[in-house]
T-cell receptor, first 114, second 115 residues
């Protein structure tokens, strides 16, 4: 199984809502990532979890709150988002931390903030 | 200036034709260079991954080349199909030491294959 799954596929939320994005992998990978991708732009790294601990936060606003409940699950909690946060949010995982390891991407969650 | 630049930005070809996408990078040293295919609204899917010592890697109709001397890579697509329409992203993994190096993404080439 080389699949990273993400739910939901699409999400529309108001600026006062609280929602969560979910990512799951069962490949035994020990590093998991959140990326944000705007249209026609490359993915931008947001967070990296290594062995279930947050290792990189790319100065992401606190309205995005990541959580790694166990080695297979990664959540991204959203609160008080802005319209400019609308984007495709991608989750990825790799066998071990470090950019030399292959990253497997999920299909993404298309987020629209109204 | 981007450390990974791709050309062309977009490309339209007819079904069945071949095409070559280019990637120039300045990242040095690096561990590997990857080509991803990304369908609109979907996550990137890995096509090839090459270490700095490899010159070529194939995956079906996709063949990637790497010239570490000139810091150039190319992705050649043979006998294109309509399903090849996607964005192709060149990604370089720097090797500056440590386990926290970030991938460096190119801006992609948007390929449209027309019938």
């Amino acid at each position: 199984d080389t699949e990273v799954t993400q739910t939901p596929k699409h999400l529309v939320m108001g600026m006062t809502n609280k929602k969560s994005l979910k990512c799951e992998q069962h490949m035994g990978h020990r590093a998991m990532y959140w990326y944000k991708q705007k249209a026609k732009k490359p993915p931008e790294l947001m967070f990296v979890y290594s062995y279930e601990k947050l290792s990189i936060n790319e100065s992401v606003p606190s309205r995005f709150s990541p959580e790694c409940p166990n080695s297979s699950l990664l959540n991204l909690h959203l609160h008080a988002l802005q319209p400019e946060d609308s984007a495709l949010y991608l989750c990825a995982s790799s066998q071990l931390p470090g950019s030399r390891y292959e990253q497997y991407f999920g299909p993404g969650t298309r987020l629209t903030v109204t | 200036k981007n450390q990974v630049e791709q050309s062309p930005q977009s490309l339209i070809i007819l079904e069945g034709k071949n095409c070559t996408l280019q990637c120039n990078y300045t990242v040095s040293p690096f561990s590997n260079l990857r080509w991803y295919k990304q369908d609109t609204g979907r996550g990137p899917v890995s096509l090839t991954i090459m270490t700095f010592s490899e010159n070529t890697k194939s995956n079906g109709r996709y063949t990637a080349t790497l010239d570490a001397d000139t810091k150039q890579s190319s992705l050649h697509i043979t006998a294109s199909q309509l399903s090849d329409s996607a964005s192709y992203i060149c990604v370089v993994s720097p090797n500056y030491g440590g386990a926290t190096n970030k991938l460096i993404f190119g801006t992609g080439t948007l390929l449209a294959v027309q019938p």
